[in-house]
């Protein structure tokens, strides 16, 4: 049986070459590590410090969204 799954899934891999696509690995980080969260949550107060200490930030993001809406409007 597992000679035939094999079988299918290079068919398949195949296929996927031949539409002009190649396989890429992807590392992501382990959510399920002792730790993560933790990291998490001081990464977002690092971010979110630096955030409140830039004063011209909310001009900024307020500027962006209005040339979105402008963008929209067209």
């Known amino acids: ?43 977002s107060q690092v971010v979110a410090a630096a955030d409140a200490a830039d004063n011209g930030l909310g001009t900024f993001l307020d500027a962006a969204l209005s040339d979105l809406d402008d963008e929209a409007d067209r």
Do not use: Y
């Not at 992501?28 to 990291?39: I, K, L, N, S, Y």
């Open 1 to 43: 049986m597992a000679a035939s799954v094999n079988k299918r899934v290079q068919k398949h891999r195949e296929a996927l070459r031949a539409s002009g696509l190649r396989p890429v690995q992807i590392w992501v980080p382990d959510t399920r590590q002792p730790g993560f969260e933790a990291e998490c949550r001081r990464q």
